[in-house]
């Protein structure tokens, strides 16, 4: 977005009148489109983009315009960590790609330094398909009331238990069935989670440390813990820091190294091991992401999700807080790169690609959630077990992180400190004081303490 | 041209090469570290823009919500202005006249309402994005432009009817302004925030932990040690001891990441003993700084090893030879000639290595990434963790820098403690027969 919109439009909706006419001329347009966090599976976000310029060609040739397309897709980062790095430091050098897609939390900080134009400039939110995409969804894409990206997918964190392991401690089919209800109305708590992952392991069917297994690195899934036990990240555009919540948040991870269901260095264990071990039954409890389904069936060759695994909300931890779980959704973002028709024909391509019977392919090939209504009526999605019954159980109740300018600084703060306590160089209480200062010295007004 | 100014022209290539890549990032870090720069601010420059974060900033620090609120209200509005810029910028008359007739004095709260508006017109422009540039031209609102001047941003403010007082003015300016600003808040920062201080006693600890057992001790003991062996075999130990700095350092971690994994050889050799399998080098901090201290020390002792045996093949062999034959013993000969000759190498190394330990952090990322929760996070990569990592995308390049230049000043006086601990004076004395 350039000096003043209303000038900018103004010009433009002249410049686009003289030009009505569109004479048939050859265009060459190269976009590069780069996804952060993606694994094999995820090769549909930019492949989708593929399938949108061939889309947009064809369309073009019918009007009897020559457009060509070139896409450059790159799914490959050190992490989200190198991802970032690599589109912030392209962007500081001019030299950002077309197209990302990435987390809606990028969007207040990218915005504000002018790294994207806002897609709603050169889409039509009351048209198919993006009408179709869920409302809560649209809505993580918007900051400052201005629509800046288009969903990718969407997701939800799930809890995870072994059935087999349940049974060992006592639990019935049928109340394993009912597990999913029983957290949803708060019956099951994180203390009975501390509780069943101390049985598995004195039953024996879970070695030491691995009765609750969590994931092992940073994360939007710990703010799901801080919520289940009734904390608040942001209000009214104000990000809070609730010290009570956050306190019993940091003892519930305690707890579980005391008790001696989760290792104290299980931080850093590397995600291959991990993977494979939650899905070979060598963990009772653990969580994770809807796309792992994907995973565990697929390279680690869990043969009957639905009888070996039990997946929930996160249940609440106390009676301030409830039952919860967090869709961290990707968006398609337009770079400020290129002129104003490039980023026209960008916005056409991830509109194309949002397009149900596209994102299908993503959605059910990385175990991914739906994005718009209709993809229910897709067969590909609405045979797929997975696919609609986590949509049913998890979306409804999810919630997502704020895109708040500040919010990176509180996501370090909150993650090095359960980290200390975590590892027992620091008590809960003195993690959230250190956390507390810290957030004081460097956001100020901008965070409320509670 | 005289053979000065030649002189001066000769140097110019490297004088351009120091001040590129030397003066230039030092004089950048000190730059940075007066700011507030971040991913958010960009580094080359800013604009003004009404974002959520800029009126919490006007509501809160600058305690004028109302007016925070008014910046805020979306409006598109069909009035005779508007249609008057549209005639001008030779839209069709067409649709100004309908526009006119159908929606004058309407006001909508959004692009989309009024889009939807505009799409109901017989002489509606045909395409999404003309539709949108028509939208737009109507927009009395500021929420998210970007203003590339102050006086535009004003324009706009008083074209929405708001009329601002100078101090109003200059708030809303400072807080609708996206690029960085100078600040001290960096430092006092770093003061503030309680985990500064172990950071800096995990760096003191790594630095002279490393440098006493491994760069320099270590590297002593290879030196003699292979000074005293028959020519070949030395010099086959010493190209050894080289792998660990000639190995690319993500290859040789990876290495030992495989020797201390719970799956990995430590853990199924103890496991024949019945000690349970466990992440070594991430279980405790005492494993975590062993590891990393051992992965570091054995890249920094080859370079020791190298100058340390250079020295000592400096040394006459005929004071060996005469030490022999006055019946001096190995120690006797370590104690009264090699030490007292590799004293100026010796406070090369120990300066050299302390900087370089300071400044390096790349085996400790790998490793254990500051791990387990945070015990070797040393400053370095508490720098770089700050500077160049986010999880929502904010990197801190002011405060990183911030970071740095602390590291540049320790750096600094370091290097004139051990000048002065070392005698350098005395060292670079001419010699009493030259004087």
Request: hydrophobic content about 45%; cysteine-free; aromatic content about 12%.
């Amino acid at each position: 977005m350039t000096i003043l919109r209303t000038a900018t439009g103004l010009s433009l909706a002249a410049g686009l009148l003289a030009s009505t006419a569109v004479a048939a001329s050859a265009e060459d347009y190269t976009f590069r489109v780069w996804a952060g966090g993606s694994g094999p599976v995820d090769d549909y976000r930019t492949i989708a983009i593929e399938m949108a310029a061939d889309i947009l060609e064809r369309e073009a040739a019918i009007r009897g315009e020559e457009l060509t397309i070139t896409i450059e897709g790159r799914t490959s980062f050190d992490g989200w960590d190198g991802f970032k790095q690599a589109v912030t430091l392209a962007a500081e050098a001019g030299d950002a790609p077309e197209i990302l897609a990435t987390s809606h939390t990028d969007i207040a900080p990218w915005s504000q330094a002018g790294i994207i134009v806002p897609v709603e400039d050169y889409v039509n939110l009351d048209a198919w398909p993006l009408n179709d995409i869920f409302p809560n969804l649209m809505d993580i894409g918007s900051f400052g009331g201005t629509v800046w990206g288009i969903p990718q997918d969407s997701e939800s964190r799930p809890f995870f238990f072994w059935k087999e392991h349940m049974r060992a401690i006592g639990y019935s089919d049928a109340e394993i069935d009912a597990l999913p209800a029983a957290v949803q109305n708060g019956e099951y708590t994180l203390q009975n989670v501390l509780e069943d992952a101390v049985a598995m392991q004195e039953a024996g069917v879970v070695e030491p440390g691995y009765g609750f297994y969590p994931r092992v690195s940073n994360g939007p899934d710990y703010w799901q813990f801080y919520l289940a036990f009734g904390g608040t990240i942001e209000e009214d555009g104000q990000l809070v820091f609730d010290s009570a919540a956050m306190q019993d948040f940091y003892q519930f991870f305690a707890d579980a190294v005391d008790a001696g269901i989760t290792r104290q260095n299980h931080i850093g264990t590397p995600w291959d091991q991990w993977y494979s071990e939650v899905a070979s039954g060598r963990a009772g409890l653990w969580h994770g992401g809807t796309w792992h389904y994907a995973r565990y069936t697929g390279r680690e060759g869990l043969e009957d999700f639905f009888n070996t695994i039990q997946f929930t909300l996160i249940p609440a931890g106390d009676e301030d807080g409830a039952a919860n779980t967090i869709t961290h959704p990707l968006m398609y973002l337009i770079t400020e790169q290129g002129d104003e028709d490039k980023h026209q024909i960008a916005a056409e391509l991830v509109t194309i690609a949002s397009e149900p019977r596209i994102n299908t392919l993503h959605a059910i090939r990385s175990a991914h959630l739906s994005i718009a209504r209709s993809q229910s009526d897709i067969d590909l999605f609405s045979n797929d077990r997975w696919a609609s019954e986590a949509t049913e159980r998890l979306l409804p109740y999810a919630s997502a992180q704020p895109n708040n300018t500040d919010f990176g600084v509180y996501i370090d703060v909150m993650w090095s400190n359960l980290e200390a306590t975590w590892t027992g160089r620091k008590t809960a209480e003195e993690a959230v004081a250190d956390a507390e200062a810290e957030l004081v010295a460097t956001l100020g007004d901008a965070i409320t303490i509670r | 041209m005289t053979s000065r100014q030649l002189g001066f022209l000769f140097l110019t290539p490297a004088s351009l090469f120091i001040v590129m890549f030397f003066l230039a990032p030092v004089l950048l870090t000190v730059v940075f570290s007066f700011t507030n720069m971040s991913t958010a601010t960009g580094i080359t420059g800013g604009a003004w823009q009404v974002n959520p974060g800029a009126m919490r900033r006007l509501a809160i620090v600058h305690e004028e919500p109302d007016l925070a609120e008014a910046l805020q209200v979306q409006a598109y509005v069909v009035d005779d202005l508007a249609l008057a810029s549209l005639s001008n910028a030779g839209q069709r008359q067409a649709l100004i006249d309908e526009l006119e007739a159908e929606l004058i004095g309407q006001t909508f709260a959004s692009r989309r309402e009024i889009a939807r508006a505009i799409r109901n017109l017989d002489n509606r422009p045909r395409s999404t994005r003309e539709v949108n540039a028509l939208a737009t031209s109507f927009e009395r609102s500021l929420v998210g432009n970007r203003y590339e001047t102050e006086a535009s941003l004003f324009a706009a403010i008083a074209a929405k009817g708001l009329a601002l007082t100078p101090d109003q003015a200059e708030a809303v300016a400072e807080a609708t302004w996206t690029g960085w600003t100078w600040t001290t808040e960096n430092f006092e920062r770093m003061v503030r925030v309680p985990d500064t201080f172990t950071i800096f006693l995990n760096t003191i600890f790594y630095v002279f932990t490393t440098l006493i057992f491994f760069n320099t001790g270590f590297a002593l003991i290879l030196a003699i040690t292979t000074h005293y062996m028959p020519e070949g075999p030395a010099g086959w130990f010493r190209s050894i001891w080289l792998l660990p700095r000639v190995l690319p350092a993500v290859l040789y971690v990876l290495m030992w990441k495989w020797l201390a994994w719970d799956t990995g050889f430590l853990s199924s050799l103890l496991g024949q003993f019945g000690v349970p399998p466990r992440n070594w080098m991430l279980n405790d901090a005492a494993s975590a700084w062993t590891f990393v201290i051992i992965i570091n020390g054995t890249v920094g002792a080859s370079m020791g090893m190298l100058i340390f045996a250079s020295a000592i093949k400096a040394i006459p062999q005929q004071i060996f030879y005469a030490s022999e034959v006055d019946g001096a013993s190995r120690w006797q000969q370590i104690r009264h000639i090699i030490l007292p000759q590799l004293k100026w190498p010796i406070l090369f190394i120990t300066t050299y290595q302390s900087l370089s330990l300071l400044t390096s952090f790349e085996h400790i990322l790998l490793a254990t990434d500051g791990g387990p929760g945070g015990v070797t996070e040393v400053w370095a990569l508490h720098a770089y963790h700050t500077a160049l990592s986010n999880y929502a995308g904010n990197l801190a390049y002011g405060y990183g820098a911030a970071l740095a230049l602390v590291l540049v000043v320790i750096g600094l006086v370091l290097s004139i403690a051990y000048l002065f601990f070392f005698d350098f004076k005395a060292l670079v004395r001419p010699p009493r027969i030259e004087r």
